[in-house]
């Protein structure tokens, strides 16, 4: 199956600090990427889609000054989550779309982000 | 409103076994559906898929059966094996609305030895 790289596989921040997650798609271009939020025991949360060349789409209830999302080429997305809080520590989970195919979506291994 | 639902959050099942995963949605324009399986601390890995034209769709030991009427479908695991054992996850799509994904919340597998 397609392959999908989430990097850094975990990180640690300071309140306040700014963190950027990549997502790339290693062996297909995706045109769709999409950001997920999972919390402990919980389902995953659509957060946004990410369209390559325009602006993401965001779901309600996700500010998006908070979670940037830059999505510049076929393989790789980008999401930074600025002036990170505690509150915004999780599970954040990529996932790719081929540009030929259609429904199927493939993760990446997921960021474990820990705000202090 | 959760338009896709698992109402069994965890299901324990003998080593040979069969597993039935079942999964319930509410927006009948739903048209693509798919399962995924979820380790801890890791993203979801694609196991199978169905679109709504179908109503059975097998791969090896994973079939996918859906029920449209239901408004429902089902993973049946024929055998079970210890390594299954994940949390398993329905999710539903709608071509029209970008085909994004809408989650169930997951069901727990456990396969015993």
């Known amino acids: 199956g397609a392959v999908v790289s989430q990097h850094p596989s975990w990180v640690i921040c300071k309140s306040g600090t700014s963190v950027k997650i990549e997502c790339r798609s290693l062996d297909f271009q995706a045109t769709t990427m999409f950001w997920y939020r999972q919390f402990p025991k919980q389902s995953l949360m659509l957060m946004a889609t990410?369209?390559?060349?325009?602006?993401?789409?965001?779901e309600q209830g996700v500010e998006k000054d908070k979670f940037l999302i830059n999505h510049a080429s076929l393989t790789l997305s980008t999401l930074t989550v600025t002036s990170a809080h505690p509150e915004d520590s999780s599970f954040y989970i990529c996932?790719?779309?081929?540009?030929?195919?259609?429904?199927?979506?493939?993760f990446g291994p997921g960021t474990r982000l820990l705000v202090l | 409103d959760q338009q896709v639902k698992q109402n069994s959050p965890s299901l324990s099942v003998q080593e040979g076994r069969i597993s039935i995963l079942n999964c319930d949605y509410t927006?009948?324009?739903?048209?693509?559906f798919l399962w995924y399986k979820k380790y801890p601390a890791e993203g979801p890995t694609f196991l199978i898929s169905?679109?709504?034209?179908?109503d059975k769709n097998e791969d090896g030991r994973f079939t996918v059966f859906l029920n449209k009427s239901a408004k429902h479908l089902s993973l049946h695991i024929v055998p079970s094996q210890p390594g299954d054992s994940a949390v398993y996850f329905c999710?539903?799509?709608?071509?029209?609305?970008?085909?994004?994904?809408?989650f169930g919340g997951g069901t727990r597998l456990m396969v015993k030895p």
């Open positions: 927006n009948s324009m739903f048209d693509y």
């Open positions: 999710a539903a799509s709608l071509y029209n609305a970008g085909n994004m994904l809408t």
């Open positions: 996932s790719a779309r081929e540009s030929s195919g259609r429904e199927t979506q493939y």
């Open positions: 990410s369209n390559e060349g325009s602006k993401a789409t965001y």
């Open positions: 169905i679109s709504s034209i179908k």
